[in-house]
């Protein structure tokens, strides 16, 4: 076994750290070796691969404990990378992007610490799962809903540090989050919004303080170490109705986009829609088989005759209601009646549910957005692997078929794969394109293949004036690199706040491509991904 | 006539500075004597007292001209303070933190760049009033609205950089802006979000970017000169309802917040209602004249008998709901049933306005709502100056109760002066208890006497853990002491950042509590203040 050492450290320095950390947390909390260790790599990355690999993970469970890790990767000059579950395997998973840091692990640091039933809302550390709060919820007996992702063993905190998308109305443009608790890289504890007032009540409940407001900067940022946060959660209303709105043919895109923008922006739709195309409609309705990757890319027929065959369209439209029944009612019409201008389209809405019947929910979408975290969508996706791509585009009908015709193109092209397609209305006026491909791990010349193709496309999208929401470790700096405007001035600024309030460059060098002084070597130029 | 220098510059070092000015932006756009530098003083401060007075005034008109500005500033180490419009009077208005800074006035930078009725949002320079983006809606016949405040004087940029309240629906949780242009304290300019990628179009439209989010940071904060940023507008509904609900009895408190909160959680109610006592409302409704600064503290039976005798109550809630006619229909339906839950109170709906009857909207909390600004309220208010202290609450009835009794208790006791509420529903679980004192501005023994009580005010409620959603310049700092958890961590990390990125210390200095390391020692300790 072969460590994987960060830049400048010798194995004896490591070692050092490495010591001092179980010092300080406690040897059982010091993990230093294989199989542990590997737990911690890229899933999908091949195995082979040390580029990614972290040298050990550290795993805190107190607020004091993160303190400690901070202060002695200073004293050591040892990279650190933070998660809170790490499951973010369409984008890196818990791997560092400097091969040789210490992960660390806030997996032990899962308690919910606050659930406020009049203010609706909870405090969670960043170990909390989806699961986790949900179960709490549970348990308290509270009439709670939580706006959640796809997947519910992520964590809370990660998820929305990584402007990660969930689906009911606290979902649409990231509201959910308030307040937070950050370890910075001095070692010292700061508390943003009004929660540096000591014994201030309204820390969670309101989203700004005096002076700078500083929650967002801590969003897919290396700036501080959150330890808790505020999230808001919605009252289960009087009625709920999961919808599924299906059109039957491809060029039906620029209506179905149209529809939704209005349906959206009058608020007769709430909460985060996503249209997925027939590829992904089918996987979702079969528990992930179609996600397969050996069966790509099909033909257009192939596509129409599934979509026609399952009922599903080639867009299909996730989404719902909430609210007042009276309201619920208002708002179904109204979808009803625009929706019914798109030639051969349906409204799929199987039930509403009311205030007491949510424990009889039991379709996965339905599930999702009612805040009932599960696993559903990848069951049976045993060796297939997934790389995330996914430009922020207008909600127009015209933005959005550009997009999609130029990325399926792409990726059916170069990758050879099925383009796959999830576009998150995760607010009224754009939308998030989240698309990528799949692969069989084992196939390293598949997974390189499509590696490969990622980093076309971010480059001929940045072309085009498209940006990622976030992007997975191998093609960071590239992605970053599209956001070029005034010579970088985006960057430059976001690097002169990194080495004020972190000098020694320690947190989580080169996340979304800020980097500290002391490691701006390792970004990986632009010139150099080309070739 | 004695020109009031700023620390560490000598006249002469000032004049050449402003001769710079004058040579980059044309002497017309450099105020250097009164009467016109005295227009940008706080016109409540006692005018014989030059602490907060302005040295000079500087207006580009472009952003060139403002990069301009900051570079020569560098050069001569001449503090600046901007405003978009400087119409915050309750705050300073137009003044500087630190006496002698020269004004950089935006006033001039006012084109509307941009209307999008498609995506539903304008992009704005920050010298456009609320009135100048209304008109040019109204002149582009666009059926959009715009959430505004109660005054339509203001900048839209600068009411937003300030967390100024407005009470459409994009008013809760300051939704409207998105997307930064900045003029750096180097003299870059920078764009935020989406708009760091050249041609991007969703700069705009999307809140988040890759990396750091950048846009929350130039709220209430001395980082950069915000140059231009994007609004979101409403689509007029079919259905607009306002609404004004009366409670009768001071006791009714708390059964009113509970209410509110409720119908607001459950989005029955959306955007941001207003809850005033009798004396607010009845200066509301007779155009400011109950504003008075002579005709305080009323007993509370006088308050009470005003109170029944004009209909409003002793707690009157001014809210709206915008949305589909059966939306509405059924909101307010669930309004009534709620609120009728309050012995003795009433719904006042006099009219619901369809989409294409807003010409005809008259009275004044029907236009507010409609996003049709006025300065109806500031009527007759010659003489009549204001200072605010507004803290953040929980939103519940034993805490708004208790910052009430707290707040009316002091500003009776110690101003001398009617306690006027103006409780702002910012979001569904906290408000901002916008309170504060009147005065004769020509009587200066009267306003050092508020301004003094405004001090205690802020000390007291520090002392509860209430801290302010903004501050007056007299008060900014002791505001600012309050924020002191773990050793003031927030402001020792935003000064951090602000000498990472202002080294010199040029914009805006002590904005909100927040110093150059070379002007920490105009700071006014809290020790000095409760002298």
């Known amino acids: 076994m072969t460590l994987t050492l960060p830049p400048d450290l010798t194995e004896e320095s490591l070692s050092a750290a490495l010591d001092d950390f179980a010092a300080a947390l406690g040897p059982a909390a010091v993990l230093r070796s294989d199989p542990e260790v590997r737990e911690f790599r890229d899933p999908f990355w091949p195995a082979g691969d040390d580029t990614y690999a972290p040298s050990a993970v550290v795993m805190p469970e107190t607020v004091e404990q993160v303190q400690e890790v901070v202060r002695i990767a200073n004293r050591h000059r040892v990279p650190l990378w933070t998660h809170g579950q790490g499951r973010n395997n369409g984008y890196g998973g818990p791997a560092p992007r400097v091969g040789g840091s210490v992960v660390v692990s806030l997996r032990n640091m899962n308690r919910v610490l606050e659930i406020d039933d009049e203010l609706a809302y909870a ?32 964590s809370v905190v990660g998820n929305s540090l990584d402007n990660g998308m969930t689906y009911l109305p606290y979902g649409a443009d990231f509201m959910a989050p308030c307040g937070l608790e950050v370890v910075l890289a001095n070692g010292d504890v700061m508390r943003t919004g009004m929660g540096a007032i000591p014994d201030n009540k309204v820390w969670h409940l309101y989203k700004r303080g005096l002076g700078p407001v500083l929650d967002p900067l801590f969003m897919q940022s290396n700036y501080g170490i959150v330890t808790r946060m505020g999230v808001w959660l919605m009252r289960k209303p009087e009625a709920y109705a999961p919808l599924l709105l299906t059109a039957p043919q491809d ?90 201008r798109i030639p ?25 957005q009612a805040g009932i975290p599960n696993l559903d969508i990848i069951e049976h996706m045993d060796d297939i692997g997934h790389v995330g791509f996914s430009p922020a585009v207008p909600l127009t009908g015209r933005d959005v078929r550009d997009a999609v015709d130029f990325l399926r193109d792409l990726i059916e092209r170069e990758a050879r794969a099925n383009f796959l397609a999830g576009i998150i209305i995760g607010n009224e006026r754009s939308c998030v394109i989240v698309t990528g491909a799949s692969f069989h791990v084992s196939d390293e010349e598949q997974v390189r293949r499509v590696y490969d193709t990622m980093k076309m496309l971010v480059r001929e999208a940045g072309k085009r004036g498209l940006g990622e929401y976030r992007a997975h470790l191998d093609f960071m700096d590239l992605a970053s690199d599209q956001y070029s405007f005034n010579d970088h001035a985006y960057r430059r600024f976001c690097e002169t706040i990194k080495d004020a309030v972190d000098p020694n460059g320690i947190l989580s060098p080169g996340r979304h491509g800020i980097w500290p002084a002391g490691l701006r070597g390792e970004r990986v130029a632009e010139a150099a991904l080309s070739d």
Request: aromatic share 6%.
């Open 123 to 154: 405090v969670v550390e960043p170990g909390v799962r989806w699961f986790d709060l949900y179960d709490a919820l549970q348990a308290g007996g509270h009439d709670l809903m939580l706006s959640i992702p796809d997947l519910g063993w992520g």
């Open 251 to 340: 060029s039906d895109l620029e209506a179905v986009v149209e529809t939704l923008r209005e349906l959206r922006l009058e608020r007769t739709l709430e909460g985060v829609p996503i249209l997925f195309n027939t590829i992904i409609a089918a996987a979702m309705a079969e528990g992930g088989a179609a996600f397969q990757a050996d069966v790509g890319p099909m033909r257009d027929e192939e596509i129409q005759a599934m979509a026609d065959a399952m009922g599903i369209g080639r867009w299909a439209v996730r989404c719902a209601v909430w609210g007042l029944e009276g309201v619920v009612q208002a708002r179904l019409e109204r979808i009803r009646e625009a929706w019914s």
């Open 344 to 368: 051969g389209s349906a409204v799929i809405h199987e039930r509403t549910y009311g205030r007491d019947e949510h424990d009889a929910i039991e379709p996965t979408p339905d599930k999702i």
